[in-house]
């Protein structure tokens, strides 16, 4: 009985146990930059759904093939299936059809934790971006996002190169932020003189021209806040929060981002 127990922990159980971290840690590898696994519950729930298929598919491949070759290490079968995550470059040689149909579960959790990210940061920098009063207010908001993401370009670890093209992708939003909240604002002056020299109100098409502007502009805040999201860490939410919620006075003494 013993020696049951002992087979079905090393031969089930332990490549499961070994695979589950390589797994995380390789998600985390293959994510960097993408979005956060632990960013809402429904990303944490694909990714952890990734981490037990592929350690239950560790523990079937061990338990099924070991007895068949008993010089792997159980453990390694674990670690090498954790490993598999790690994105491979593609090459011509077409991919055996039995490996396919093995893999497919894998391809769909893999898939779906990704869009489930994409989802999760376009959704965040959107409520972020709207709810805002008027253009300029999202204007200030933009600068002080603009201002928090330069500050923190310079980190360890990242290279001269990559701090140089963050700074130049950090400009070039804010500037499109800028050039959308200008053009908002002009056509916003344009209508309302419209309308007193006419001594009418707004048609339904101008009232629609103007919240197309403010929506592109919103919509541009939100590309830029998409720089912060993948940049930043989950914790930095709570600072871009604190700089939407600051009174439009406090950004008035600082210098402009540019």
């Known amino acids: 009985m013993a020696g049951d127990e002992t087979s079905v922990f090393s031969e089930w159980l332990l490549p499961a146990a070994v695979c589950a971290p390589v797994t995380w840690v390789c998600l985390v590898h293959r994510f960097r930059g993408q979005g956060r696994l632990l960013g809402t519950v429904r990303s944490a729930a694909s990714a952890l759904a990734v981490v037990l298929w592929t350690s239950a598919m560790a523990a079937l491949a061990s338990g099924l093939l070991l007895p068949h070759a008993s010089d792997i290490p159980p453990a390694a079968v674990g670690a090498v299936a954790g490993a598999g995550l790690v994105p491979k470059r593609r090459t011509e040689q077409a991919e055996h059809p039995v490996m396919a149909i093995l893999t497919l579960g894998h391809s769909l959790l893999i898939s779906s934790l990704m869009v489930r990210l994409q989802a999760d940061r376009a959704e965040w920098c959107a409520r972020m971006a709207a709810g805002f009063g008027n253009c300029w207010e999202l204007d200030v908001f933009a600068d002080r996002v603009a201002r928090h993401l330069k500050s923190r370009v310079d980190v360890p670890g990242r290279s001269p190169k990559g701090k140089s093209g963050l700074t130049v992708m950090i400009k070039e939003r804010y500037e499109e932020v800028r050039a959308a909240v200008q053009h908002a604002d002009t056509l916003e002056t344009e209508?309302?003189?419209a309308c007193e020299d006419e001594q009418r109100e707004r048609t339904r098409e101008?009232?629609?021209?103007?919240?197309?502007?403010?929506?592109?502009?919103?919509?541009?805040?939100?590309?830029?806040?998409?720089?912060?999201?993948?940049?930043?860490?989950?914790?930095?939410?709570?600072?871009?929060?604190?700089?939407?919620?600051?009174?439009?006075?406090?950004?008035?003494?600082?210098?402009?981002?540019?």
């Open 191 to 193: 209508i309302e003189k």
């Open 206 to 258: 101008e009232s629609g021209r103007t919240l197309r502007a403010l929506g592109e502009a919103e919509h541009l805040c939100a590309y830029l806040l998409e720089l912060a999201h993948a940049h930043g860490k989950r914790s930095d939410d709570k600072k871009i929060l604190e700089l939407r919620r600051q009174p439009l006075y406090a950004a008035a003494a600082a210098p402009s981002p540019h």
